[in-house]
């Protein structure tokens, strides 16, 4: 009994605690609120995992579809060409990033960004732990300055398709209303 008191007391003192710097909504604004977002796809990290299957790069993939269709969807006209992105991506990997993928390394994804003309960067990642527990990750940056403004790491646990969809969704949502406000966050769930 008194363990599970000492843990309800750490539990109920842990949230009260001020958020993380990039989570805190007293900075001015960065940029006008329809600045064009470059949102690059979800990268998949499994190399950790208990398994390793072959249908691991559908949760990446579908991460990058729900990401990009609900950015499009909120902030119309906003996201930068994928392709254009994709391209600018490869250049800058080429040059600054030693060849890796351009949507895992911040000051790669930074320079893409900017050559589309590109104000906010988004990254994303689903890491697999096991069968039952992923891992989202994901960043909305401003890209001039490198500031991470969200950042984001939770833990899905349930059927992975269905909760990775849902937890990209809401982080979607998260950078959208970020992006609208002009770069100041807030925690309320309001549209």
């Known amino acids: 009994m008194r363990n599970r008191t000492l843990l309800t007391c750490l539990s109920l003192s842990l949230t009260t ?10 900075h001015a604004p960065l940029e006008p609120a329809e ?6 796809g979800a990268a998949l990290y499994n190399a950790q995992a208990n398994l390793q299957e072959a249908t691991d790069t559908a949760k990446a993939a579908l991460a990058t579809t729900v990401l990009h269709a609900t950015l499009a969807k909120l902030l119309p006209g906003q996201l930068a060409d994928t392709a254009a992105l994709e391209a600018a991506g490869r250049s800058a990997a080429a ?11 911040v000051a790669c994804a930074r320079a ?3 050559a589309v003309g590109a104000r906010w960067v988004v990254l994303a990642k689903v890491s697999k732990t096991s069968n039952l527990i992923w891992l989202l990750t994901a960043q909305l940056i401003h890209a001039p300055s490198g500031t991470i403004i969200l950042d984001d790491s939770t833990e899905l646990k349930g059927e992975p398709e269905a909760m990775v969809r849902v937890g990209i969704r809401i982080f979607a949502e998260r950078v959208a209303r970020t992006v609208r406000a002009r770069g100041v966050t807030t925690n309320f769930p309001t549209p």
């Open 17 to 26: 605690v001020t958020p993380v710097g990039a989570q805190v909504a007293d």
């Open 95 to 105: 040059l600054s990033a030693g060849g890796q993928n351009c949507n895992v390394i």
């Open 35 to 40: 600045a064009r977002v470059a949102a690059f």
């Open 112 to 114: 893409a960004a900017e």
